[in-house]
């Protein structure tokens, strides 16, 4: 005679095949909107508003987003020059500041600090407006500069944060050793601090670079023609015959792949930064 089932084993494999369901649903709700815009990108259209997947695809909507009136290489040429601006700006600043908080001891520096990290919870809507009439005064609209200026007020706040959990988690007494030999602050940061901080430093200047990839609500309203980047180039696909959908997701491509490319080139120092943080 067979041995009547373990209910308690029953429910454990009832809830470990319900996790696994649970768990590809969830990558099939990511995945799959990822992989509509990969198939939009290629199709005529005519074939945009079916679901098909076997047609044939189709080169036309790259050419034509690069081409006038789009000009998408232009949109493409300042989101670079932003981005790689703001982090080669945010980047040394935040190192400097976070060793400051780090290894300073002055009158308000934890109240400072702490204004800093809560800088990052303030609405974007609230302070555009300051800044659309600082920068207009300045006679800044509508350039580069402008919204580099803007993305440091967003992305400091964060990498300073970062950095420094990082540089408090270096010794005290290999700065002083360093010291007593001679060497100056500058090169105890530049030799010491920064190789053992490099994880969240890597870790600061992705998130720096892909928050100002993709901000859009300051570049729509301090930029116009001059200085548009690929966020607002989207918007500008909205046009009298609807939304042009086979474009916006070629666009999109544009938009989403360097970030999937450099998500891969720096996997490994990501993981080793968080890793390192869950360990302090």
């Known amino acids: 005679m067979s041995k009547p089932c373990n209910p308690g084993v029953m429910t454990s494999r009832l809830a470990r095949i319900g996790g696994l369901i649970g768990v590809y649903a969830i ?24 679901l098909q997947l ?23 040429a300042n989101s670079l020059w932003v981005a790689l601006g703001t982090v080669l700006v945010a980047i040394p600043l935040a ?7 780090s290894r300073f001891r002055f009158p308000g520096r934890q109240a400072l600090f702490v204004g800093i990290v809560a800088s990052q919870f303030i609405p974007a809507a609230i302070v555009v407006l300051p800044y659309f009439l600082m920068f207009k005064q300045l006679g800044l609209l509508d350039t580069r500069s402008a919204l580099v200026i803007v993305n440091l007020s967003i992305v400091l706040p ?3 944060w970062m950095i420094k959990g990082f540089i408090d988690a270096v010794p005290v007494d290999i700065e002083e050793s360093a010291m007593i030999d001679g060497a100056s602050l500058g090169r105890i940061i530049a030799t010491i601090v920064v190789p053992t901080a490099l994880p969240g430093i890597i870790t600061s200047a992705v998130f720096s670079f892909t928050l100002t990839w993709n901000e859009f609500i300051f570049a729509l309203i301090t930029s116009k023609q001059n200085a548009v980047t690929l966020p607002i180039a989207l918007v500008a696909l909205r046009t009298e015959r609807g939304d042009l959908w086979e474009l916006m997701a070629a666009a ?12 891969m080139t720096v996997q490994k120092q990501f993981i080793k930064s968080l890793t390192q943080g869950s360990v302090r």
């Open 95 to 101: 190192v400097a500041a976070a060793y400051a908080f």
């Open 252 to 263: 999109g491509m544009i938009i989403a792949l360097p970030m999937f490319l450099l998500s």
């Open 158 to 160: 964060y990498s300073i």
């Open 54 to 76: 076997w047609f044939t695809p189709t080169w036309d909507n790259f050419r034509t987003v690069f081409a006038a009136p789009w000009h998408l290489g232009d949109k493409l």
């Open 27 to 50: 990558i099939g709700c990511i995945l799959l909107p990822i992989l509509w815009i990969v198939l939009t990108s290629f199709k005529t259209p005519r074939d945009v508003y079916t």
